[in-house]
């Protein structure tokens, strides 16, 4: 199966700096790559998503890009604020398996941005 | 539109008791997904179902948990003999449609905290 591997696992920026935050994915089939952002003891939220037949997206101050040959993609913050302050996840799709549909999670960047 | 429901948010069970943690999906979602978290750790898949339906099952253990999501009423994700290895984080997330399509991004409830003494 899909197996997601995220790094770094803690990352320490200072306020106004930027952040990448990196993952990669072993099933060549997958074909959409979200990222979630939880804050301490609330839901993971969307933040961006890629599909595989884009390279980049950005919004405002995250864009995430994406590798398919390489199976790696990656987020990136720039101007960093205090409240970016969270864990970070990165997801894989794979295509259908069994007719259903799971996102397959790396294990989480815990950020910190300091003042 | 409420988002995704869960409740409780916290669940304290002794050993060998019986767990049900519910999930009411967004107003017009009719798939739903089970993840569970544990410290330090990503969200692991469990199970995917539609009304009725159980579609992919193939995160959950075999034994002792069970899901549902009946025609009328929440998702029940149902943990019985619980041991304290369950202890954990467990989210629900519901889509409007199976995944692959354009518009089949998740969100996520709040979670159920169990917590097993």
């Known amino acids: 199966g899909e197996n997601v591997e995220q790094h770094p696992s803690t990352l320490s920026v200072q306020e106004g700096d930027s952040a990448v935050i990196k993952c990669t994915y072993s099933?060549?089939?997958?074909?959409?790559f979200p990222w979630y952002k939880q804050e301490l003891g609330k839901r993971p939220q969307l933040i961006i998503d890629?599909?595989?037949?884009?390279g980049e997206k950005k919004d405002q101050r995250i864009a995430v890009t994406l590798n398919k040959t390489a199976k790696h993609f990656s987020l990136h913050i720039t101007e960093t604020q205090p409240e970016d302050s969270a864990v970070y996840f990165c997801?894989?799709?794979?295509?259908?398996?069994?007719?259903?549909?799971?996102?397959?999670f790396g294990k989480g960047t815990s950020l910190l941005v300091t003042p | 539109n409420a988002g995704v429901m869960q409740n409780p948010r916290h669940l304290v069970r002794r050993r060998g008791q019986e767990a049900r943690l519910r999930c009411s999906p967004m107003?017009?979602?009719?798939?739903v997904y089970w993840y569970r978290q544990l410290p330090e750790e990503g969200l692991k898949f469990m199970v995917y179902?539609?009304?009725?339906?159980?579609?992919?099952e193939s995160g959950m253990p075999k034994e002792r948990f069970s899901a549902e999501f009946p025609k009328e009423g929440p998702s029940i994700l149902r943990i019985q003999q619980v041991v304290r290895g369950d202890s954990a984080a467990y989210f629900c997330?519901?889509?409007?449609?199976?995944?692959?399509?354009?518009?089949?991004?998740?969100?996520f409830g709040s979670g159920t905290q169990l917590s097993v003494l």
């Open positions: 099933d060549s089939a997958s074909n959409y």
């Open positions: 997330a519901s889509s409007p449609r199976r995944g692959g399509g354009i518009n089949e991004k998740l969100f």
């Open positions: 890629i599909r595989s037949n884009v």
């Open positions: 179902l539609q009304k009725e339906n159980i579609i992919d």
């Open positions: 107003k017009g979602h009719s798939h």
């Open positions: 997801a894989a799709s794979p295509p259908t398996r069994n007719s259903g549909y799971a996102l397959n």
